[in-house]
């Protein structure tokens, strides 16, 4: 594989916001493009002027730079073979159709839905895979003329020649064979005049110089049709690789109308980008190093030989673990500025990040810091169940004791433990717990020094002192 000349992409089409598994097939694209040092195109396919919206396109850009991607051409950075988006080429898809017409590898139809419909049923009932029965291929030029003037909007079919094998090496399911009987004469415009997708989708893949395609494996039966199209023309043909599908925890797959996190959701909840891309790394590729990876490490050891058949299943869990990783390996500022909107507006800078180095190791979302810095600044916690439990068993005498020892101690947290123990006599677990349950809520957290250093010495002899008994 020459490194100069690969070039990928990632043709995504504005209808709603990215998923996980829209996000992955962009991120191996991208990787596989710096894996060879070679070029990564993003171009919008708005074509369904219906559902495309050029806010979802603003945001699709949005997103993918978010994650870490960058591309060499694209809606926004152009490039040598724009405009990349489809609704800004019609007039170039309208001399291809005029050339096919010409050549005669092309000719209108004229079949209703309805008609379309009946004949596929037709079909499957007597046992044949359905596909176009060929009604309108050999009508001629008068025939055609009188349907036209009915008012009847034709679409165009592509001429498929029969009696033919065609065979392609997928990058995932190896060797794959295609009977032209089977696939019949195609739709490449509808019969509003926009470019169906096995037309445009090829054509701009071969006139944008790609030469590497992973897409999902729903699309694998778009690929015969593509290379007639593209061998029509005499265009070159990319290599595909048709990923396994991402499924969701009921098994199916991901999608925006199944209701599939967007990554605009996921940032919005505080996950990382570099989480979120580990995550996807390891969904459908294996053989990778092990531990959290940056984009370039990423690149370097992604392979598509080790890309999968078997559906990968996305886990909230496993994205969780990732996301724990990426959080506890961000540098003090980086982390200041992910947390930003959980401080109280106003905070000094030096107290703030103190009070973030102290609850960092148990922060996985920005919803767990919320949590943690009320625990420390806001009024006192609530218990849990377990927490209960402990306070109950250590005893009101434990807790008279420990707010008693608290009045002498401040915030230092320490001195309270000593104070307490040698009022109380405990040590270990049972000394340690109550002190931790009465202060936070929890039978766990955070080391409880640093958080009380942050506490006024009467906040903490008042949380001591409500357990203590009438």
């Excluded at 590729?285 to 690149?299: E, K, N, P, R, V």
Aim: proline share 7%; hydrophobic share 45%.
């Amino acid at each position: 594989m020459p490194n100069a000349s690969v070039v990928t992409r990632f043709a995504p089409s504005p209808t709603g916001e990215l998923h996980l598994g829209n996000a992955r097939t962009a991120l191996f694209n991208f990787l596989l493009a710096r894996r060879h040092g070679g070029q990564f195109v993003l171009r919008i396919e708005d074509t369904d002027t219906e559902r495309s919206r050029p806010e979802h396109t603003r945001a699709l850009l949005a997103d993918l730079a978010w994650l870490g991607l960058s591309w060499e051409a694209g809606p926004d950075v152009g490039g040598p073979a724009g405009p990349y988006l489809q609704s800004q080429r019609a007039e170039h898809y309208a001399r291809r159709f005029a050339e096919l017409e010409q050549r005669g590898l092309a000719y209108p139809c004229f079949c209703s839905p309805l008609e379309l419909d009946l004949a596929r049923r037709a079909q499957l009932a007597a046992g044949r895979p359905p596909r176009y029965a060929g009604t309108c291929r050999e009508l001629t030029a008068a025939e055609r003329a009188a349907r036209s003037s009915a008012g009847a909007a034709p679409t165009l079919r592509f001429r498929v020649a029969g009696g033919a094998q065609l065979v392609f090496d997928d990058f995932v399911h190896g060797m794959q064979h295609f009977a032209t009987d089977d696939i019949g004469d195609f739709i490449v415009r509808r019969a509003d005049g926009t470019a169906a997708f096995f037309f445009c989708n090829a054509l701009d893949d071969a006139d944008m110089g790609v030469t590497h395609v992973l897409r999902g494996e729903d699309h694998l039966s778009n690929t015969p049709r593509q290379h007639l199209l593209l061998a029509a023309f005499g265009l070159a043909v990319p290599r595909y690789g048709h990923v396994a599908l991402l499924v969701g925890a009921d098994g199916a797959p991901l999608s925006k109308r199944r209701g599939a996190p967007s990554l605009r959701q996921l940032r919005e909840q505080g996950y990382l980008p570099l989480a979120i891309a580990n995550h996807l790394f390891r969904l459908g590729h294996s053989g990778g190093a092990d531990g959290l990876l940056t984009l370039a490490q990423m690149a370097q050891h992604f392979d598509l030989t080790h890309l999968g058949r078997a559906p990968a299943r996305s886990d909230d869990a496993q994205l969780a673990v990732w996301q724990r990783n990426t959080a506890h390996e961000l540098a003090p500022a980086a982390r200041t500025e992910w947390l930003h909107g959980a401080l109280p507006a106003g905070m000094d800078p030096a107290r703030a990040a103190a009070l973030i180095a102290a609850i960092a190791p148990n922060v996985v979302l920005p919803a767990d810091a919320v949590q943690w810095i009320a625990t420390v600044l806001g009024a006192p916690p609530a218990l849990e169940a377990a927490a209960q439990q402990t306070i109950r068993r250590a005893g009101p005498a434990f807790f008279a004791a420990a707010s008693q020892a608290a009045l002498g101690c401040g915030n230092d947290w320490k001195a309270l433990v000593a104070a307490t123990g040698s009022a109380t006599g405990c040590r270990g677990p049972r000394l340690f717990k109550p002190l931790r349950c009465a202060l936070t809520g929890l039978d766990h957290g955070p080391e409880l020094g640093p958080l009380l250093a942050l506490m006024a010495p009467e906040q903490i002899q008042a949380r001591l002192a409500r357990f203590a008994g009438p």
